[in-house]
């Protein structure tokens, strides 16, 4: 029987996909596990690979077509089989209430071509009431990403707006990329709840530490340290030793990490992007250097895959080399922690009943209070301030 192959969901926020390119024609064969098509989303370009052997019989959706996903976009049967309009009995590849799934990608685009228009996968309920309420479902569809719209999504999505006008941006005229952005962080804003913990580290011990690390690495030819990649290391061995705040809210359930995965943001001309590398807290600094380096060079070279941006629980946002001492940052999910980097500066702090000039740097922590209570993201940040104020007890490499 004919199986219809549907445009993936690549991403959180896709709501779209634009096909590339076919590796195939109609008529071909193709083996399960073969690459079919490559699609664009709002940030990557992703290779397609077939769910089922057999012969492309039809494809719907031609190369440069945007289609909304879970769009027909192509059928696969056997040599001869008759191709229907439409096949309640098909199965499709990817079901609405499906969690999102990821291709394997290939380089990405700079920028996503301005989306086109087309339907949403919406409940009747939904459209009849986003009607009353004069509501888009286009940002709404953008706001959930990997979950049909239903009528509770809506009220939800006006709620927001009536509390919040200003934080309900218009979609209508930005780029992919920056479309992603403004619906991702409209729906962090207005449907999760922050709560926000500042913390005053003395930087003296990383300072120090830092830069006979990064002479012996120059003596060397080693990676040198930048101080992102202290951060998050120590900001890894926290999240080991914090189980409830090492987890996320994904599809209404909780997901716990057993490896810290730890990203950091890229600022780009057209946005911001946060690769991730996993595992930090196991990888040797030299390591957490080399890969967070090759990341940050495929962002700004415009080159990062999807895969290089998912799994992560917790971003790194480092304003440090501006003259900024402090902020907040927006939580970026289904992450469910944030930290805000601010300046070293020089400070005057007391120590040992006197005063004493020394580096000091403020973190502040924006955390989801939907799975993290305040208890324990204090706790988090309190260890993390114990690492970061005495580094050499906490990562060998930096005995030096």
Request: glycine letters at 8%; hydrophobic letters at 45%.
């Amino acid at each position: 029987m004919a199986v219809f192959i549907q445009m993936p969901k690549l991403g959180l926020t896709m709501t779209e996909g634009t096909v590339i390119r076919w590796m195939k024609r109609e008529g071909d064969t193709i083996e399960e596990g073969e690459e079919l098509l490559e699609i664009e989303t709002d940030k990557t370009n992703n290779i397609e690979l077939a769910k089922t052997s057999g012969t492309l019989l039809k494809i719907m959706c031609q190369e440069g077509e945007t289609v909304p996903i879970l769009t027909k976009i192509a059928m696969i049967g056997q040599p001869g089989e008759a191709v229907p309009e439409d096949d309640p009995q098909a199965k499709p590849t990817q079901k609405d209430d499906e969690p999102v799934t990821f291709a394997r990608p290939v380089l990405a685009a700079k920028e996503a071509p301005p989306p086109a228009t087309g339907r949403v996968m919406a409940s009747p309920l939904a459209k009849k009431l986003a009607k009353e309420l004069g509501v888009d479902l286009a940002p709404v569809a953008a706001s959930l990403g990997n979950r049909r719209i239903d009528r509770d999504a809506v009220q939800r999505f006006a709620d927001a707006r009536q509390a919040s006008p200003a934080a309900m941006p218009s979609l209508n005229g930005l780029s992919g990329m920056r479309k992603a952005i403004a619906a991702t962080l409209t729906l962090s804003k207005s449907t999760v709840p922050h709560f926000y913990l500042d913390i005053e580290v003395n930087m003296e011990g990383v300072v120090a530490c830092r830069a006979k690390y990064n002479e012996k690495a120059e003596q060397f030819g080693g990676p040198k340290l930048a101080m992102d990649f202290i951060l998050a290391k120590a900001v890894a061995l926290a999240l080991q030793d914090h189980p409830k705040v090492n987890r996320i809210l994904e599809n209404d359930a909780i997901r716990q990490f057993g490896t810290a995965n730890v990203a950091v943001a890229v600022a780009l001309d057209e946005g911001i992007l946060a690769p991730v590398v996993r595992d930090v807290g196991i990888m040797k600094l030299a390591d957490v250097a080399k890969a967070y380096g090759q990341l940050i060079d495929k962002a700004r070279a415009g080159t990062l895959q999807t895969s290089d941006c998912t799994d992560g629980v917790l971003t790194i946002s480092n304003l440090g080399k501006y003259e900024v001492t402090g902020f907040t940052a927006i939580l970026n999910p289904p992450q469910s922690t944030i930290l805000a980097v601010g300046r070293t500066m020089d400070r005057v702090i007391a120590k040992n009943s006197g005063i004493h000039i020394a580096p000091m740097m403020t973190i502040a922590a924006s955390f989801d209070h939907r799975i993290i209570d305040g208890a324990v993201g204090a706790a988090f940040m309190t260890d993390l301030k114990l690492i970061l104020e005495k580094p050499e007890q906490h990562i060998p490499e930096l005995r030096v």
